[in-house]
């Protein structure tokens, strides 16, 4: 059982190229979120799903796409990458709440430097 | 928008004394979460408190919650040396409990 895997650990990019990051977990989970955590500050959520085809905006959703074909797979995409997405960014999932939230499973975050 | 607001920032105490953190939020809230993080690796859960409960223990963590000023904090008893990391509180919105909103943190030091 691995819990919650991200691919790739870090990557360097130049200002315009594009690059997807993923996000797998194996606990049947029914929520996925993406986050995005910058120094001194906590994380700031980027898109979430409820579930397998559905997607939804967070908080900071600009320069984002996102794609959740598969249940257990959940894709950030960013189409033409900033100076400003140099951030280190964490995909977490929870359990279908039965009253209330219920705790996120995070995963080793993925460092992306932007150029 | 930052929902919780951690205070200290930062916190340096010996191994074997209690540490409390202590989180201010904004909204009501359906529960309010404590989250661990090692350096350079993911959060980690701790406890979840609903916005019914007001004091709740795990193994040495103690956290309570004060809807009425809302604030909650975390005590972390006897410390030790592994628990050096950054602490978050994070709140599920009465509004919107699929989400929550993290704090900025708070940084613990436990020295030997």
């Known amino acids: 059982n691995a819990g919650v895997t991200q691919t790739p650990k870090f990557r360097v990019l130049k200002t315009g190229q594009s690059m997807t990051l993923l996000c797998a977990q194996d606990m049947n989970h029914e929520y996925m979120y993406w986050y995005r955590q910058d120094p001194g500050m906590g994380l700031r959520l980027i898109h979430y799903s409820v579930g397998e085809g559905t997607t939804a905006k967070g908080e900071v959703p600009d320069g984002y796409n996102v794609s959740r074909l598969k249940k257990q797979n959940f894709l950030l995409g960013l189409e033409s990458a900033a100076p400003s997405q140099t951030s280190v960014y964490f995909c977490?999932?929870?359990?279908?709440?039965?009253?209330?939230?219920?705790?996120?499973?995070f995963g080793p975050g993925t460092r992306l430097t932007v150029l | 928008s930052q929902q919780g607001e951690e205070d200290p920032q930062a916190l340096s105490i010996q191994e074997g004394e209690n540490a409390t953190m202590n989180c201010s939020y904004k909204t009501s809230i359906n529960n309010l979460q404590w989250y661990r993080q090692n350096s350079g690796r993911g959060l980690v859960h701790l406890i979840l408190i609903r916005s019914n409960e007001r004091e709740k223990h795990s193994g040495r963590l103690r956290v309570t919650l004060d809807t009425s000023k809302k604030s909650s904090s975390l005590l972390i008893t006897a410390s030790r040396a592994a628990d050096t990391a950054s602490y978050f509180c994070?709140?599920?919105?009465?509004?919107?409990?699929?989400?929550?909103?993290f704090g900025s943190g708070t940084q613990l030091t436990v020295l030997p």
């Open positions: 977490a999932s929870s359990p279908f709440p039965p009253a209330g939230q219920m705790a996120q499973y």
């Open positions: 994070a709140t599920a919105d009465s509004g919107s409990a699929r989400q929550l909103t």
